[in-house]
């Protein structure tokens, strides 16, 4: 899976993603998706998960 895909996952999911966020300007690309993902740090989101 790749940021293509999802980004084609919330464009396929909008409706659904809208009850539960504030999508104002739609589903983020996958460039801006790619950003964020870059900034996560892998050793705490496995603790985030683990815990």
């Keep these: 899976m790749d940021m293509f895909d999802i980004e084609a996952y919330g464009q396929?999911?909008?409706d659904w993603l809208s009850a539960f966020l504030a999508l104002p300007h739609g589903i983020?690309?996958?460039d801006t998706i790619s950003r964020l993902f870059a900034q996560l740090d892998p050793e705490q989101l496995q603790a985030?998960?683990?815990s």
Excluded: A, N
Aim: net charge positive; charged share 10%; glycine share 0%.
């Design 48 to 50: 985030c998960f683990l």
């Design 28 to 30: 983020p690309s996958h």
């Design 12 to 14: 396929s999911k909008v």
